[in-house]
């Protein structure tokens, strides 16, 4: 059955401060891994990406870490700005032909100016 | 740009009721998603659909159905909502052999069951 009344992590930053997110994921044959940012009242959308063959990769201001040992990725934002306050989702590639992605539970990235 | 549209941004319907939800998509894309939402959580996979007429189901399908009868449009079916369906449906769009990241995603839409 499904869980309720769960509770979103949180994460404050101080305006101009990097900021790191993190995330944990589940299956150590996915190749491909996404991060996604949601601004309220609107659908995810992409802001980077990282193979399974890479460690890490470099965006405008923010950059994914991947650490296949332990399974965990992270995304950095450098310089925050009060815009980049949403809600973060790391997803991994699972299943037949790519169609498929599983999404991590998300982090609530808050700016205080 | 993409653009992926839902009927509705809001909707509140009564237990047992069937319930439509709408997603048009604009860019010729084969694979369509329908996803829900709830704090917590994440996106959990309902249905998706390779292409016209063809579906498959994802994580949690059960209390759910979906229509493809047109390559742009993708209706998920509530046959009786619960209130345990309140939640956030989000519905999504991709080429087919496109990469995983060129998923795109609509605006939502927040359904409440009383």
């Known amino acids: 059955g499904e869980s309720v009344g769960l509770h979103l992590p949180t994460l404050s930053v101080q305006e101009g401060d990097n900021s790191i997110i993190n995330c944990a994921y589940s299956?150590?044959?996915?190749?491909?891994f996404i991060w996604y940012k949601q601004e309220s009242g609107k659908g995810p959308q992409f802001i980077i990406d990282?193979?399974?063959?890479?460690d890490k990769r470099q965006g405008q201001r923010v950059t994914v870490l991947l650490n296949k040992t332990v399974k965990h990725l992270s995304l950095q934002i450098a310089a925050t700005q009060p815009g980049d306050s949403a809600v973060y989702f790391c997803a991994e590639n699972t299943g037949f032909g790519n169609e498929k992605l599983t999404f991590g539970t998300g982090t609530r990235l808050t700016i205080i100016p | 740009d993409v653009k992926v549209t839902q009927s509705s941004r809001y909707l509140v319907k009564r237990t047992g009721e069937k319930v439509f939800l709408e997603c048009v998509q604009d860019?010729?894309?084969?694979?369509m998603f329908w996803y829900r939402q709830d704090p917590g959580l994440g996106l959990r996979l309902i249905y998706f659909?390779?292409?016209?007429?063809?579906?498959e189901k994802g994580d949690i399908p059960e209390g759910y159905s979906v229509s493809r009868e047109k390559k742009e449009r993708f209706s998920l079916i509530l046959e009786s909502a619960s209130t345990n369906q309140t939640s956030m449906y989000l519905c999504a769009s991709r080429r087919a052999g496109g990469l995983p990241y060129e998923q795109y995603f609509g605006p939502g839409t927040r359904l409440t069951v009383t």
């Open positions: 990282i193979r399974s063959n890479m």
């Open positions: 659909s390779y292409d016209v007429k063809m579906k």
């Open positions: 299956n150590s044959a996915s190749d491909y």
């Open positions: 860019m010729d894309h084969e694979n």
